[in-house]
């Protein structure tokens, strides 16, 4: 008897966090969202648009919008009686609409998002977007052709395309259908094809400040933030590095990291082994990338304290004191610019072959140690 296939996570979506097509709201991108709307109320618009920037700072979320945006205009609006309508001078639409009910649902025939798949044997996701899946966006494309009306195919995320996905969707874009806008979130675009580059206007996103952090938290229905200050220093302005570290508890844990460090050079053995034995275990892995990931952080503050001073604001109590201490001239800071690099290749190394995570956390934290001495 055959085993189910296991139902399979949507790549698409942050873990604990809305659905990019279910946030009607986007904080923080007044100027990606002009820039697109100033393109198609002047007619100048591109069959093809880059949405780039830091992970998390809401490119998926401007994507809908603009999906919603567009499937919500009439492909050609007559003048009338009494002239042309005004231009539309927002990406809002009216959210119980026919259209954005569907889009809320998974269910508009006008959309079609290409993103990773199951891999061979359907067990888990494919790591990146395989041609099978731009075969499927072809069919979409020929099948919805009859229709007629506007299209939108949304690429999350472009930078996961593997090669053969990669040519295949630039015949698309070469060639584009009519009345089809490709919109390809990009969080590394140096890994695209230039062809596929140079085919695309880019829409650039920055990060957000902590402000702005705490207003679009607050629109993802995250409860109040016990620092925002600190959680934007820790997630860079990303709103989906932020809800990741308030759903592992981040805050907290760069706290603990923290302290371990302000020991230094004499170890506190204690505190050490408590952080390291917290990313082992059952169901930990997220947990265990969250304290790799906290590790290089510390490590590029300190190396930037070096050069610049503690970083504003702390992230932490007593983090600016600390690495005033470990970091406190530019030969330091590249000492731990070095550090930060070859722990992040052992960091990943131990990922890669399933080292165990407690070992390896402490493994990181003895070499931290020993150059501090």
């Given at each position: 008897m055959s085993k189910e296939a296991p139902e399979l996570p949507d790549p698409t979506q942050i873990e604990g966090a809305p659905h990019p097509r279910d946030t009607l709201r986007l904080v923080g991108q007044t100027r990606a969202e002009a820039d697109f709307l100033d393109a198609f109320t002047t007619g100048r618009m591109h069959h093809g648009w880059m949405l780039t920037g830091p992970r998390g700072v809401g490119k998926a979320t401007l994507a809908w919008r603009i999906a919603r945006f567009l499937l919500s205009q009439p492909v050609e609006e007559p003048a009338g009686l009494f002239g042309a309508p005004e231009p539309p001078e927002t990406l809002d639409t009216d959210p119980e609409s026919p259209i954005a009910r569907r889009i809320r649902a998974g269910a508009e025939p006008g959309v079609f998002v290409l993103k990773r798949?199951?891999?061979?044997?359907?067990?888990?996701?494919?790591?990146?977007?395989?041609?099978?899946?731009?075969?499927?966006?072809?069919?979409?494309?020929?099948?919805?052709?009859?229709?007629?009306?506007?299209?939108?195919?949304?690429?999350?995320?472009?930078?996961?395309?593997?090669?053969?996905?990669?040519?295949?969707?630039?015949?698309?874009?070469?060639?584009?259908?009519?009345?089809?806008?490709?919109?390809?979130?990009?969080h590394q675009p140096a890994r695209l094809l230039p062809t596929i580059r140079s085919r695309c206007r880019e829409l650039r996103l920055g990060t957000l400040a902590p402000e702005e952090m705490a207003e679009a938290l607050a629109a993802e229905g995250a409860q109040e933030i016990e620092d925002p200050a600190a959680l934007a220093a820790l997630s860079g302005g990303s709103v989906g590095e932020a809800v990741r570290l308030l759903n592992?508890?981040?805050?907290?844990?760069?706290?603990?990291?923290?302290?371990?460090?302000?020991?230094?050079?004499?170890?506190?053995?204690?505190?050490?082994?408590?952080?390291?034995?917290?990313?082992?275990?059952?169901?930990?892995?997220?947990?265990?990338?969250l304290i790799l990931g906290l590790i290089e952080l510390f490590l590029a503050r300190a190396a930037r304290a070096g050069l610049s001073g503690p970083p504003q604001p702390e992230a932490a109590p007593g983090e600016a004191q600390t690495l005033a201490r470990l970091s406190p001239d530019g030969a330091a800071a590249m000492k731990w610019a070095a550090l930060h690099q070859s722990l992040g290749a052992k960091a990943r190394h131990g990922r890669a072959v399933n080292l165990d995570p407690a070992a390896l956390v402490m493994d990181m934290v003895l070499e931290i140690t020993a150059s501090a001495a």
């Amino acid at each position: 008897m055959s085993k189910e296939a296991p139902e399979l996570p949507d790549p698409t979506q942050i873990e604990g966090a809305p659905h990019p097509r279910d946030t009607l709201r986007l904080v923080g991108q007044t100027r990606a969202e002009a820039d697109f709307l100033d393109a198609f109320t002047t007619g100048r618009m591109h069959h093809g648009w880059m949405l780039t920037g830091p992970r998390g700072v809401g490119k998926a979320t401007l994507a809908w919008r603009i999906a919603r945006f567009l499937l919500s205009q009439p492909v050609e609006e007559p003048a009338g009686l009494f002239g042309a309508p005004e231009p539309p001078e927002t990406l809002d639409t009216d959210p119980e609409s026919p259209i954005a009910r569907r889009i809320r649902a998974g269910a508009e025939p006008g959309v079609f998002v290409l993103k990773r798949g199951p891999n061979a044997t359907g067990s888990a996701l494919s790591q990146d977007i395989r041609v099978d899946e731009v075969r499927k966006l072809k069919g979409f494309l020929h099948l919805s052709s009859t229709e007629g009306g506007r299209r939108v195919v949304i690429v999350d995320a472009a930078d996961e395309l593997n090669t053969q996905a990669a040519n295949a969707l630039l015949k698309l874009l070469e060639e584009p259908p009519a009345r089809v806008t490709f919109l390809l979130i990009a969080h590394q675009p140096a890994r695209l094809l230039p062809t596929i580059r140079s085919r695309c206007r880019e829409l650039r996103l920055g990060t957000l400040a902590p402000e702005e952090m705490a207003e679009a938290l607050a629109a993802e229905g995250a409860q109040e933030i016990e620092d925002p200050a600190a959680l934007a220093a820790l997630s860079g302005g990303s709103v989906g590095e932020a809800v990741r570290l308030l759903n592992l508890d981040g805050l907290a844990t760069y706290r603990s990291l923290v302290t371990v460090m302000a020991s230094l050079p004499r170890l506190d053995r204690v505190r050490a082994l408590a952080l390291a034995e917290s990313a082992a275990g059952r169901g930990a892995d997220g947990r265990f990338d969250l304290i790799l990931g906290l590790i290089e952080l510390f490590l590029a503050r300190a190396a930037r304290a070096g050069l610049s001073g503690p970083p504003q604001p702390e992230a932490a109590p007593g983090e600016a004191q600390t690495l005033a201490r470990l970091s406190p001239d530019g030969a330091a800071a590249m000492k731990w610019a070095a550090l930060h690099q070859s722990l992040g290749a052992k960091a990943r190394h131990g990922r890669a072959v399933n080292l165990d995570p407690a070992a390896l956390v402490m493994d990181m934290v003895l070499e931290i140690t020993a150059s501090a001495a």
